[in-house]
């Protein structure tokens, strides 16, 4: 009787080799679908992600929306700036579609531009806003200014008419009903104190702290001045009144998920902290 150990060696050697490699072959086929999980994931992340243009002005609105983009990112949702230098332009390339959203402006200066335009734009949201003081080198509170007292105010509709706004919530005037956010010293019924108001361009109104006895003078132009816009004045806007800043997108677009990423990433406890800490008062956080 003759026994092929020989055979038997090599087919035992061949068992080993092929056990090893159906073994490997095992873990390959689980690691593989797991790979290309992983792949697919991070493909459909990126695919998903959601880019849109934000018109901003340059300052302050496009600081704390540097700020907002990593918040944002991490909801799928890519934030690009566009800056412009005016007023005018970051509506019209809204509605144009040109950008998907703008932060820039209040709600009474976007009413009046849907009024005079036509545009299908609405706010979503408030941002921020730079509350304009009443400021005296002679009197220590607004209740100290004299009979027939000297008030500068702003020659300018908008920021004029706040400042009237702010004395009349303060009951120091009052003004006739329908006036809205523009008054002027024309539409004063009473002024018990027979304060004289005296219009000054908004740029020169610090100039104008050594003749009067108060004057109103808006954020930049105090900071500029050397003033602290939170501790100097006398009287100050309330942060969370109608000149409040917002983000705007068009009418179309309210609703739809980007718009809620975007709000909700702006109104995070980490923009406030950057808002707080970075202009230290003279802007202030709205939600």
Known sequence: MVFHFIDFIRRRSEYGSNHSRRAMETKMSFRFPLMLATALAAWSAA??????????????HAQILEAVKPIAAKQGLDIQLLEFSDYVVPNAALDAGEIQANSFQNQPYLDNQ??????????????????IGVYSKKHKAIADIPEGGKVSIPNDPTNGGRVLLLLRDKGLIKLKDGTGFKPTVLDITENPKKLKFI?????????????????????????????????????????????V???????????????????????TPEVKEFVLTKFKGAVLPSW
């Open 47 to 60: 695919a998903t992600a959601e880019t849109i243009k934000i018109g901003v002005t340059p300052g302050p």
């Open 114 to 131: 849907k009024a005079d335009r036509g545009y299908k734009i609405e706010a979503v949201g408030l941002t921020v806003n730079f509350p």
């Open 199 to 243: 219009e000054v361009d908004a740029a020169q109104a610090p100039r104008a702290l050594d003749d009067v006895d108060a004057a109103a003078i808006n954020t930049n132009y105090a900071t500029q001045a050397g003033l602290d816009p939170v501790k100097d004045p006398i009287l100050r806007e309330d942060p969370k009144g109608p000149y």
């Open 245 to 267: 800043n917002l983000i705007a997108v068009r009418t179309a677009d309210k609703d739809k998920p980007w718009v809620k990423i975007l709000v909700d990433s702006y109104h």
